[in-house]
């Protein structure tokens, strides 16, 4: 099982990083359909750019999940610890090279995105193989975990705070 998700996590960053580079463009090539906007970003915020891993990284780790991972205790936290990380370091990466520069450059952002999907499943394996989830009812924390990203990144598209990480 180890070797399986040191594996699937190699190969979890080369999908998941093409997938949120196609997604980076769905909700204009849809002609600005809203739906697609909930997982997709809308415009050019770093709020909406999270989606670019949120979601490419769920639907992932699911298929992860119904292959080999419903055989792991804590698969599915021991991931979600590693979105969580990875989510965390987008914004906080870009703000402070920003703070340097102050100025967005487009090949430090996507420098940024990919990391962000290195840390993601770097923690994710590195908890699975170690063990330090091993609990069934973890998983049950990361379901709820899972739902609030989504009602979050649900809610904000539509309700936009007015902060800078909302702002394109």
């Known amino acids: 099982m180890k070797e399986k998700a040191f594996w699937s996590s190699i190969a979890g960053f080369f999908i998941v990083s093409l997938a949120g580079t ?4 769905l909700y204009e090539l849809s002609g600005d359909n809203l ?14 750019h999270l989606k670019l891993l949120l979601y490419p990284v769920l639907l992932y780790t699911a298929v992860e999940y119904f292959i ?10 021991s991931r979600v610890m590693g979105l969580l990380a990875g989510l965390i370091f987008i914004p906080i990466s870009f703000y402070a090279y920003n ?4 100025n967005n450059i487009a090949a430090a952002d996507i420098m940024i995105y990919y990391i962000s999907v290195v840390i993601v ?7 699975i193989i170690s063990g330090k989830d ?5 998983n049950k924390q990361a379901a709820v975990i899972i739902a609030g990203l ?10 936009k705070p007015d902060t800078a990480l909302f702002q394109p």
Do not use: D, M
């Not at 091993?134 to 973890?138: F, L, P």
């Open 22 to 25: 196609v997604c980076h463009y």
């Open 35 to 48: 739906l697609v906007g909930i997982f997709t970003p809308i415009n050019e915020s770093v709020w909406e």
């Open 68 to 77: 080999y991972g419903r055989k792991i205790q804590g698969f599915v936290y």
């Open 99 to 102: 703070i340097f520069t102050r």
């Open 121 to 127: 499943f770097f923690i994710g394996a590195e908890r």
């Open 134 to 138: 091993n609990a069934w009812n973890k």
């Open 150 to 159: 989504i009602l979050v990144f649900t809610v904000l598209t539509f309700f």
